[in-house]
T-cell receptor
């Protein structure tokens, strides 16, 4: 099946710093790619997605571009806030047909200090 | 519109017991999926139900089972609990089946501790 690798952290940054969380994938075909965020004590929320190569997903100041040449979907934000502290997961469908659930990276714990 | 709800939120069981977890999807959603989240293995897909039928199953032993009712509510059951079953169990619902193009909405999870 498909797989995803992401930096695990924790990643500690100061408020207003630039954020990059790396994500690379191995997949059959060109599946949709997702970033999910999990705040303490909560379930996962979809942060952004991209459905085809060169697409850029964006939401709440976060961006990620679907790069098929480098099989990457890195998450970026220009100026992080304390409220961005959470665990971030890169994900894609487990198979080319999109029928076998989502495969997630291990998660990156982001800590933003004031 | 109410989100995905899971009950109970916390559960403590002992080895050998069985447990049933419940998930109520967002109104109108017909697909319900279950995931297990542990510090060691991360998030792993358990199974998906759509229109009361199991569509897909992840790589878990037969002790893990589930079902879906006509109102789309779903339950998962784990029999003969083992210490390694301690985890956060997440339920997700979506309008349709197909994980590539149907947004998954996750519930807050049920934290299961096996002693």
């Amino acid at each position: 099946g498909n797989s995803v690798t992401q930096m695990e952290g924790p990643v500690t940054l100061s408020e207003e710093a630039f954020l990059t969380i790396n994500c690379t994938y191995t997949a059959t075909g060109y599946p949709s790619l997702f970033w999910y965020v999990q705040y303490p004590g909560e379930g996962l929320q979809l942060l952004l997605k991209a459905t085809k190569a060169d697409d850029k997903g964006s939401n709440k100041g976060f961006e990620a571009t679907y790069r098929k040449e480098t099989t990457s979907f890195h998450l970026e934000k220009g100026s992080v806030q304390v409220s961005d502290s959470a665990v971030y997961f890169c994900a894609l469908p487990d198979s080319g047909g999109g029928a076998d659930g989502l495969t997630f990276g291990k998660g990156t714990h982001l800590i933003i200090q004031p | 519109k109410a989100g995905v709800t899971q009950t109970p939120r916390y559960l403590i069981k002992t080895r050998g017991q069985q447990v049933t977890l419940s998930c109520s999807p967002i109104s109108g959603h017909r697909s319900v999926s279950w995931y297990q989240q542990t510090p060691g293995q991360g998030l792993q897909f358990l199974f998906e139900y759509f229109s009361e039928t199991q569509r897909n199953k992840g790589n878990f032993p037969g002790r893990f089972s589930g079902r879906q009712f006509s109102n789309s509510r779903s339950e998962m059951n784990v029999s003969t609990l083992e210490l390694g079953d301690s985890a956060l169990y997440l339920c997700a619902s979506s309008l349709g089946t197909g994980f590539g193009h149907n947004e998954q909405f996750f519930g807050p999870g049920t934290r299961l501790t096996v002693l």
